[in-house]
Structures are given as C-alpha cells and as structure tokens.
Nanobody, 123 residues
Framework: QVRLVESGGGLVQAGDSLRLSCAASGRAFDTFAMGWFRQAPGKDREFVACISMGGTMTDYADSVKGRFTISRDNAVDMAYLQMNSLKPEDTAVYYC????????????????WGQGTQVTVSS
C-alpha cells in the first residue's frame, strides 16, 4: 500500500477551474496506477479518471471527458486532477486512489485511498 493525501479542493463558481493534488508516500510510486473517484451527497462513490504507472495512458468517465485532465509526476510522487468548466453536479468529495500495475475503473481494485477533499461548485 501507499499513503495518499489529497489537497486543492474548495468552493468555486460554475465555469471555474480547480486543480486537485495527491501526494504519495511509502512505496515506489511508479509501480502504481492512480485513480480519482468522487462521492456526492447521498450517492455512491464513482470513477472519475485514472492514469497508468508511466502516465502514458488515461481513462475518463464520460461525465468529465473533455473538462478534466489527470496527470502525474513520478519524480515527486504526485498525481493531479485538473478540473475545468466545473458544474454544480461536480460537487463531491474527491478521492485519489492507487492500485498496483494496470490502470482501471473498478473501485474494488484500488487498495490505497486518501482521506478525500471537498469540491463545491455553486451555480
């Protein structure tokens, strides 16, 4: 497992941008695929985006494709989620997560999770 700490959440208006960061520690970061998930009030946690170990492959939920960009910097053990054109429906607690080797959308495949960071988008 790897320890993950998210930051960068906040309260913004619709149309604004935010960048979430995820700091990793504890194991070789470049052996983990990274994912971002979110949970809105009263809803199940859902997949947002993921990125491969080397950063060459990414995958996005349809709801964020074209607006969000996932990236990573293995030199400093960080993952990021750039969120543009934010909508009120993007309001949720955002979690970063890590899984060994291959990227994937399935929440149950991730075995390390951060504590979450709140993103609130007002209309």
């Amino acid at each position: 497992q790897v320890r993950l700490v998210e930051s960068g959440g906040g309260l913004v208006q619709a149309g604004d941008s935010l960048r979430l960061s995820c700091a990793a520690s504890g194991r070789a970061f470049d052996t983990f695929a990274m994912g971002w998930f979110r949970q809105a009030p009263g809803k199940d946690r859902e997949f947002v985006a993921c990125i491969s170990m080397g950063g060459t492959m990414t995958d996005y939920a349809d709801s964020v494709k074209g607006r969000f960009t996932i990236s990573r910097d293995n030199a400093v053990d960080m993952a990021y989620l750039q969120m543009n054109s934010l909508k009120p429906e993007d309001t949720a607690v955002y979690y970063c997560a890590a899984k060994l080797w291959r990227l994937g959308r399935a929440e149950e495949e991730y075995d390390s999770w951060g504590q979450g960071t709140q993103v609130t988008v007002s209309s």
